[in-house]
């Protein structure tokens, strides 16, 4: 196994896990913004009213995104299966 497979495997895991998780943190980022505008401009500052509207959100963005996400997963795994054979000799 040479370096530079090494590298290339890390690399995909990398950007794997960062296409994974992306969507629902950027998602998170999103709405904890929006609440902490609405929390500053009202003064309302409750610390657990940002916490059930990120939860359902990323929640929903799981279940729609779930047939993508998976489609990234299988991807990555048939890549990493089919490489085998050349990670052995």
Not at 63 to 80: A, D, E, K, N
Request: charge should be positive.
């Amino acid at each position: 196994m040479s370096h530079q497979l090494v590298i290339d495997l890390t690399r995909d895991a990398i950007i794997t896990a960062l296409m994974l998780a992306a969507p629902m943190l950027l998602i998170a980022l999103g709405v904890g913004l929006i609440i902490s505008i609405i929390q500053s401009v009202t003064q309302i500052q409750e610390q657990t009213l940002v916490f059930v509207p990120k939860l359902v959100l990323v929640g929903g963005a799981f279940i729609v995104g779930l047939p993508w996400l998976l489609q990234i997963l299988i991807r990555y795994t048939q890549q990493l299966i089919r490489g085998i054979p050349t990670m052995v000799s």
